[in-house]
């Protein structure tokens, strides 16, 4: 996803079209140039560095996010390459949260609340279950199909649904339409970034 030209030491590192990978691919390879003794410099196409991750302030002062990205303490690629910059202890970690704006009451939000303590994906599931807000108690059991085989197959069942949509999944598992209104837009399930999306702030 990147090209460079060789200039002695020095590399020019050119992002590709996709924001979502450039920034990460030219950031860590940059890191990893300087390490080894280049000089890299990063042509970015936008006025603004970060690419999906990208945050800036507003006239009025306001930051505003570029879009949904989040870091998980599952990510170990990503806390090693912290760590070799020295600026692990520069992380503040949230609340694990998800906040969803509800269609069905404009200006209203309710939020999963992951419990501390609990492994993936059982936190999820107890997140799931304890929120009274925007799916019944009858939903949440048409979910079970769909879902216990991720929790107790993981990735090798994600894997085996790559070429459903996320509305096609949840026709073959029998999922209610209420997770179409509320949650998601149709999209690939697995492996194709930005193709699908859920409503959340």
């Known amino acids: 996803h990147l ?10 590192l050119i992002n590709n079209s996709n924001p979502t990978l450039t920034y990460h691919a030219s950031s860590i390879t940059s890191q990893y140039l ?11 196409a936008r006025g603004v560095l970060g690419g999906k991750v990208s945050a800036w302030q507003d006239k009025d002062g306001d930051w505003i996010e570029t879009g ?11 806390l090693n390459l912290f760590a070799e910059l020295g600026i692990e202890d520069r992380l503040q ?25 609990v ?3 059982f936190n999820m599931a107890a997140a799931i279950l304890t929120n009274t807000e925007m799916l019944s108690f009858g939903d949440k059991l048409k979910m079970v199909p769909g879902l216990l ?3 107790l197959e993981g990735q090798s069942f994600i ?14 598992y029998g999922m209610p339409g209420t997770i179409k209104s509320q949650f998601v837009r149709d999209g690939p399930m697995a492996r194709r970034p930005g193709k699908w999306g859920v409503r959340a702030l």
């Not at 949904?68 to 990503?78: E, K, Q, R, V």
């Open 3 to 12: 090209s460079y030209v060789r200039r002695t030491t020095h590399l020019n």
């Open 34 to 44: 300087v390490d080894a003794g280049y000089e890299p410099t990063v042509f970015e």
């Open 68 to 78: 949904l990205h989040i870091f998980f303490g599952a990510y170990p690629n990503m």
């Open 93 to 117: 970690w949230k609340d694990h949260r998800m906040t969803f704006a509800m269609p069905s009451v404009p200006g209203t939000f309710t939020s999963f609340e992951f419990p501390e303590g």
């Open 119 to 121: 492994p993936a994906p």
């Open 149 to 151: 085989p991720m929790m």
């Open 159 to 172: 894997d085996e649904q790559d070429e459903l949509s996320v509305l096609e999944f949840m026709k073959k």
